[in-house]
């Protein structure tokens, strides 16, 4: 079956660090996004795609960024982590057909 | 700028009984909504959406949400609610066409079903 994934699935961190947070999706959607969730935020965008070589902000991109070089994959650069980071990070996918979006596990950040 | 509204941080109810999880919405025209729901320590799961047509749409696991269009709102209904029913709930919202793809979610809803 298609699906999304995201890795690693936990991670822990020190403030000042460089991470990639993995997402790799089967389904070829061409649309992909990235979100955070927080305690009394719901999920807030990140940054999006709508394609190969295209990358868009969101809300909430400060101290992020996203690279789309192949429609399967869209990695999350934190580029010096921040106490501010620490957030579950999920990633979704949708097909420019359908509305709704499907979402992989989530990866748990904690920054020290 | 599009949003949504959950004004419920949790909502309780006795198994059994019919629960509505409120949520509205604020979109420059004709809005796609959705409802996802997300269990401890996993991801959203897609659960019904409202795009065009019957303002009563159904959805998985018995779950039916119903647009109100004068009142920008999209409640979720169950008639009778399942302590498996306990999780998350959050209502989304985009707008229409191809421009602005991203869903916009509300802060959720916790939604506790006692045996």
């Known amino acids: 079956d298609a699906e999304i994934t995201q890795s690693p699935r936990h991670k822990i961190t020190e403030t000042g660090r460089q991470v990639t947070l993995a997402c790799h999706q089967t389904?070829?959607?061409?649309?992909m996004f990235w979100y955070r969730q927080d305690l009394g935020h719901g999920l807030r965008l990140i940054h999006y795609s709508y394609g190969v070589q295209d990358t868009n902000k969101g809300e909430v991109s400060d101290g992020y960024s996203v690279s789309r070089s192949n429609t399967e994959d869209l990695p999350l650069t934190l580029e010096s982590a921040a106490s501010s980071q620490t957030s579950v990070y999920f990633c979704?996918?949708?097909?420019?057909?359908?509305?709704?979006?499907?979402f992989g596990q989530g990866t748990r950040l904690t920054v020290v | 700028a599009q949003s949504v509204a959950q004004p419920e941080d949790q909502v309780n109810v006795a198994e059994g009984n019919p629960l509505t999880v409120k949520c509205t919405y604020s979109?420059?025209?004709?809005?796609?909504l959705f409802w996802y729901v997300q269990y401890p320590n996993r991801g959203l799961q897609f659960l019904l959406k409202?795009?065009?047509?019957?303002?009563l749409v159904k959805g998985s696991y018995g779950f039916e949400a119903e647009f109100n269009k004068s009142q920008t709102s999209f409640h979720l209904k169950k008639p009778s609610a399942l302590v498996s029913d306990s999780a998350l709930y959050f209502c989304a919202v985009r707008a229409p066409g191809t421009g602005r793809r991203a869903l916009t979610f509300g802060s959720g809803t916790r939604l506790q079903v006692q045996p």
């Open positions: 979109v420059s025209g004709n809005p796609y």
């Open positions: 389904w070829n959607h061409n649309n």
């Open positions: 979704a996918s949708s097909d420019p057909g359908q509305a709704e979006a499907f």
């Open positions: 409202y795009i065009t047509g019957d303002n």
